[in-house]
């Protein structure tokens, strides 16, 4: 009797695949969580397309998220921003990172919940606060006291995003820790290939 290779047990990318079947991995949380960015990795372990819904929005509209805000306002963006991910949701499975306020609308949140296991990258204060400081693109920071701002949008979103599937903390380690507790995360998940989105 030979003894089977060592090779032969999935891995943690495999069996988070396995997991994810025919479903979206989307992400969800506030600005600077990290959903791009851990996004992409992920992406790549699972052997998926990532798309960020922010910049496909950029791409149909041709014009930048705060350039769509300024001119339409944020009803009007968050109505094209489900558009658009109800699309790209019946093109998966594929990992999607979504802006911080697309899990808050309803509609929005329903299509997710059809078509994919959604992912909150959770963040604390501290840790948003010294990613979305560095830069100034963020057309709701752009008040008084931005931080303050930071604050009321975490009170405000935190119990949506609390109702997502999978909850991984965000904070300052290597990106590839993070990526790996979301694959674990995936991975304890029943195996299932059902997606709804088409329903």
Same mark, same amino acid.
């Given at each position: 009797?030979?003894? %089977?290779?060592?090779?032969?047990?999935?891995? @943690?990318?495999?069996?988070?695949?396995?997991? /994810?079947?025919?479903?979206?991995?989307?992400?969800?949380? /506030?600005?600077?969580? &990290?959903?791009?960015?851990? &996004?992409?990795?992920?992406? @790549?372990?699972?052997?998926?397309?990532?798309?960020?819904?922010?910049?496909?929005?950029?791409?149909?509209?041709?014009? *930048?998220?705060? +350039? %769509?805000?300024?001119?339409?306002?944020?009803?009007?963006?968050?109505?094209? +921003?489900?558009?658009?991910? #109800?699309? /790209?949701?019946?093109? &998966?499975?594929?990992?999607?990172?979504?802006?911080?306020?697309?899990?808050?609308? +309803?509609?929005?949140?329903?299509?997710? $919940?059809?078509?994919?296991?959604? %992912?909150? /990258?959770?963040?604390?204060?501290?840790?948003?606060?010294?990613?979305?400081? #560095?830069?100034?693109?963020?057309? @709701? %920071? #752009? *008040? $008084?006291?931005? #931080?303050?701002?930071?604050?009321?949008?975490?009170?405000?979103?935190?119990?949506?995003?609390?109702?997502?599937?999978? *909850?991984?903390?965000?904070?300052?380690?290597?990106?590839?820790?993070?990526?790996?507790?979301?694959?674990?995360?995936?991975?304890?998940?029943?195996?299932?290939?059902?997606?709804?989105?088409?329903?």
């Amino acid at each position: 009797m030979t003894d %089977l290779p060592l090779s032969v047990a999935p891995t @943690l990318s495999e069996r988070a695949r396995a997991a /994810l079947g025919r479903r979206n991995l989307v992400f969800v949380g /506030l600005m600077g969580a &990290g959903k791009s960015a851990v &996004g992409r990795v992920t992406a @790549l372990q699972l052997g998926l397309p990532f798309v960020d819904t922010d910049a496909e929005i950029e791409r149909v509209s041709r014009m *930048t998220i705060s +350039e %769509l805000f300024a001119a339409y306002g944020e009803e009007e963006f968050r109505a094209l +921003e489900t558009r658009v991910i #109800k699309r /790209l949701l019946r093109g &998966g499975p594929r990992v999607i990172s979504t802006g911080g306020g697309a899990f808050i609308n +309803e509609r929005t949140r329903r299509q997710i $919940e059809r078509g994919g296991i959604s %992912l909150w /990258l959770k963040a604390d204060i501290d840790v948003l606060w010294e990613r979305v400081n #560095k830069r100034d693109h963020r057309p @709701l %920071l #752009k *008040t $008084e006291n931005p #931080k303050q701002t930071l604050e009321k949008l975490m009170n405000e979103r935190y119990p949506v995003y609390a109702t997502a599937d999978l *909850t991984v903390i965000s904070r300052d380690v290597r990106k590839d820790v993070i990526v790996n507790e979301v694959l674990a995360a995936l991975a304890s998940l029943p195996s299932s290939s059902e997606s709804k989105i088409d329903e």
